[in-house]
């Protein structure tokens, strides 16, 4: 009786570990290669080569990391309103990052707007709308909710009550309880 006692209990830490590990994989903060390869910031191809269907079918959240490689001699990473997205205006950005190797923390809910620096590019398609959900929303995402895609998304991006943190904190008290509940 002792031995099936200590194996069940081996057991339950061992679900309880992988559980622990695949929910903080789940909350932690990521990094996205725009396109998801290194080559992706330039004119498409074609609109199926557009990096808004990529950014579609990713979620991102409070605290992930967008990745460009490119060229930063010949071209450059805009951070733009929505407006001068639409119309493909260069000329007022909110940041302008042309290092080739560039890295924007998504710190806020709501959508980011980027366009390409290179005369021209912005107008070919060359743009990108990347939407991070808000704590609601994540909270849906982990429930099987869809989130809103970025055309959907009308109106001023709304500041967080809190973070990210928030969510991890209350993941790892559940798992407490659950840890409590199997011993």
């Keep these: 009786m002792a031995d099936f006692s200590r194996n069940v209990l081996s057991s339950s830490s061992v679900v309880v570990a992988v559980l622990f590990f695949l929910l903080l994989s789940l ?3 990521r990094d996205y290669l725009v396109g998801a390869k290194t080559d992706s910031w330039k004119v498409p191809s074609s609109e199926s080569d ?3 269907r990529w950014a579609e079918k990713s979620r991102f ?3 992930d ?3 460009w490689k490119y060229d930063g001699k010949t071209d450059s990473v805009l951070e733009v309103s929505k407006r001068d997205y639409a119309t493909c205006n260069t000329s007022s950005p909110i940041t302008v990052h042309n290092d080739g190797n560039t890295k924007i923390v998504l710190d806020h809910s709501g959508a980011y707007y980027f366009i390409s620096g290179a005369k021209g590019h912005c107008e070919q398609g060359q743009k990108l709308i990347v939407v991070t959900l808000s704590e609601k929303h ?3 995402f982990f429930m099987g909710a869809p989130a809103p895609s970025p055309v959907e998304s009308e109106g001023p991006a709304m500041a967080p009550t809190s973070n990210a943190a928030t969510l991890k904190a ?5 798992l407490g309880v659950l840890i409590g ?3």
């Design 27 to 29: 909350i932690e903060a």
């Design 50 to 52: 557009s990096l808004n």
């Design 61 to 63: 959240l409070i605290g």
């Design 65 to 67: 990391s967008l990745v």
């Design 138 to 140: 994540m909270s849906r």
């Design 170 to 174: 209350s993941l790892v008290v559940a």
């Design 181 to 183: 509940f199997l011993f």
